[in-house]
């Protein structure tokens, strides 16, 4: 008999057979849970315009300041060192108080901080505004999923999550047509990217701040206020929720860290020097190298066309649980490395390209969905973005592991004239990064926990007695968001008495 956590890796029949059909669902759902929905996508596509915005313009910037690309690349990684304290910060706050507000102060500093890194004249100022970025830019992922996912009905949220993941490829693929386009006809050249990219953080900042708060809260805060409890007296709940988590859930904090660590060196590894490796290695120039990112980033974002079957990755999760599906788009991406570095034309990079992000994007498009459901249901904010971005921290120099490799490993190829050149050996460094990678991935999901169907919104939250537990609030509370006939999932046949969140095996 295969070992228990083999056989687990898809759902027992009775969590899975039972749901409402998806048409059905989506149908039911109100503007406010849409709008919540498409908010947090838009502040999860804004992060990734404000971040690639470096990867984009690297040669650029190194013309700017007068420096190398491991120069350049400091700038990346400071940002993604910073980015755990910004979670931290956010997504603390965001537990305590509500989703609305944080999220609308952290994109609106975002916006200022991307428009501020474009006026910088030294080098020592972009970086340094760029580490003041990389806080702020922290608290985005744990509050636009939880914005996004919260008040969805159980029987959609695989393929919420899903569009949600790829709203990083939408962003990734805006700030290279931005970069093809706008760009090159201006005078300010690569300041105008980072311009652009502070207009759209402000327009989501407007928008998530004519929506209301989340449901969840508003259930919790009108609970609170009927007992009569004080902001200082739920300070002090939420304190003690927190380290009661912390005391319950420590392994389940360290296995989620190792997890997020290999997804962010499989998205980094794959994606910030990639414009820089066509370039240098393959000798593109800086308009193909852009257009093969474009096409890169369409293969990923082809898991969200509804055309071609709508979310494939999160859908997929839905039926055969989210540990499988990681499991099968991680082996799609070793099988389509060598179609990512072997090719010297462009139609064969550029397919190489959109395979690898389809694989790469299918397997992060579960995990919005797959944290949430292992994440203890009152800290739905703080315990996603805390374990993305430190594992963000953890792969923080993935771009310049790329860079040094390739500085020290070198080979011929043939230029435009026909005539040997020698070139640095980035596509040798990258494929045994990603293949190393992608093999810790599969290691590291297999043994790991899963909580498909988990009904984490009936919780608590943190600054209720027992969040920490993971209790569940009182069913007869009318204003709970589940028992609204449009969020419901009432066909859903799942246990609703309180579970313990499986540890790591």
């Avoid at 537990?95 to 609305?100: C, E, M, P, Q």
């Avoid at 690569?190 to 701040?209: K, Y």
């Avoid at 540990?323 to 990079?349: C, D, E, K, M, Q």
Wanted: some cysteine; aromatic content about 10%.
């Amino acid at each position: 008999m295969a070992p228990r956590f083999l056989r687990s890796l898809v759902p027992r029949r009775e969590k899975r057979a039972e749901g409402r059909p998806l048409l059905e669902v989506l149908a039911s759902l109100t503007w406010v849970q849409w709008g919540h929905f498409w908010s947090g996508w838009l502040a999860w596509t804004c992060d990734a315009i404000d971040f690639f915005s470096v990867s984009l313009s690297v040669d650029r910037l190194q013309h700017q300041f007068g420096k190398t690309t491991h120069d350049i690349t400091t700038a990346i990684t400071l940002t993604l060192l910073f980015r755990s304290a910004g979670a931290v910060i956010f997504g603390i706050i965001s537990d305590r108080f509500g989703r609305k507000w944080p999220l609308v102060i952290n994109l609106l500093l975002i916006a200022i901080l991307e428009l501020g890194s474009g006026f910088v004249e030294t080098f020592p100022a972009f970086l340094g505004i760029r580490s003041l970025f990389g806080v702020a830019m922290g608290g985005i992922w744990g509050l636009a999923a939880s914005t996004a996912l919260e008040n969805l009905p159980v029987e959609v949220r695989g393929l919420a999550s899903g569009i949600l993941q790829q709203g990083y490829a939408v962003g990734y693929l805006l700030a290279a047509v931005i970069n093809l386009t706008l760009v090159p006809e201006t005078s300010t050249t690569w300041r105008s990217l980072f311009w652009t990219g502070s207009g759209i953080s402000a327009f989501a900042a407007l928008i998530r701040l004519l929506l209301p708060e989340s449901e969840v809260f508003l259930r919790a805060k009108a609970a609170e206020r009927a007992r009569g409890g004080s902001t200082r007296k739920k300070t002090q709940i939420f304190l003690h929720e927190t380290w009661e988590m912390l005391k319950r859930h420590w392994l389940l904090c360290i296995y989620a860290v190792l997890l997020m660590t290999g997804f962010n060196f499989l998205s980094h590894g794959s994606q910030d020097l990639y414009p820089t490796y066509l370039t240098n290695a393959k000798l593109f120039s800086e308009h193909n190298a852009t257009v093969a990112t474009i096409i890169g980033n369409c293969g990923a974002i082809a898991l969200t066309d509804r055309n071609s079957g709508g979310a494939i990755a999160g859908w997929l999760s839905q039926y055969i649980g989210r540990r499988l599906t990681i499991i099968i788009f991680v082996l799609l991406i070793g099988a389509f490395i060598p179609l990512w570095i072997l090719p010297s034309s462009f139609g064969a990079l550029a397919a190489g390209a959109f395979c690898i992000q389809f694989g790469v994007q299918g397997a992060w498009g579960v995990i919005p969905i797959q944290l949430a459901e292992i994440s203890p249901p009152a800290f739905r904010a703080t315990f996603p973005g805390v374990a993305y971005q430190l594992g963000n921290m953890v792969s923080s120099a993935s771009a310049q592991i790329e860079a040094t490799g390739a500085a020290n490993l070198h080979t011929t190829v043939i230029d435009r004239n026909g005539q040997p050149k020698v070139v640095s050996d980035y596509a040798t460094v990258q494929g045994i990064l990603i293949g190393v990678v992608a093999a810790f991935v599969l290691i590291v999901t297999i043994i790991g926990p899963e909580n498909y169907g988990s009904h984490f919104e009936k919780s608590k939250t943190a600054f209720e007695e027992g969040g920490g537990r993971g209790d569940l609030a009182e069913e007869n509370d009318e204003s709970h968001p589940s028992s609204s006939a449009g969020s419901r999932p009432t066909s859903v046949r799942i246990m609703d008495e309180k579970r313990s969140t499986p540890e790591p095996v």
